[in-house]
């Protein structure tokens, strides 16, 4: 059974930084793309970044592209995302996935598993 655990979340003012983690177990990390998704309260679940099996090929929402990076270190089997220069619009629960594919192809459909989320509250 595969296990995501996101770490990381809290609160911090506008203009800081967090750094989120995304702990998987129960399948071959290396072998899939991960994403992150976020949701705040009363709006649709949103893409926020992807990063494939390898590292090599990464993908970013429009609205934290220059702010936000992922990452992922497949010897230890977990992904990163950092967040500098936050906004009160980023405030979200912000979930990890674990795709089905090599690459993510631009849907949510490509993520199998998904984590219970980590709340980032940016206060203004």
């Known amino acids: 059974q595969v296990q995501l655990v996101e770490s990381g979340g809290g609160l911090v003012q506008a203009g800081g930084s967090l750094r989120l983690s995304c702990a998987t177990s129960?399948?071959?990390?290396?072998?899939?793309?991960m994403g992150w998704f976020r949701q705040a309260p009363g709006k649709e679940r949103e893409f926020v970044a992807a990063?494939?099996?390898?590292?090599?090929?990464?993908n970013y929402a429009d609205s934290v592209k220059g702010r936000f990076t992922i990452s992922r270190d497949n010897a230890n089997n977990t992904m990163y995302l950092q967040m500098n220069s936050l906004k009160p619009e980023d405030t979200a629960v912000y979930y990890c996935?674990?795709?089905?594919?090599?690459?993510?192809?631009?849907?949510?459909?490509?993520?199998?598993?998904w984590g219970q989320g980590t709340q980032v509250t940016v206060s203004s």
């Open positions: 996935a674990i795709g089905s594919r090599k690459y993510y192809y631009g849907s949510s459909t490509d993520f199998a598993s």
């Open positions: 129960g399948r071959t990390f290396s072998n899939y793309a």
């Open positions: 990063i494939s099996w390898s590292g090599g090929t990464t």
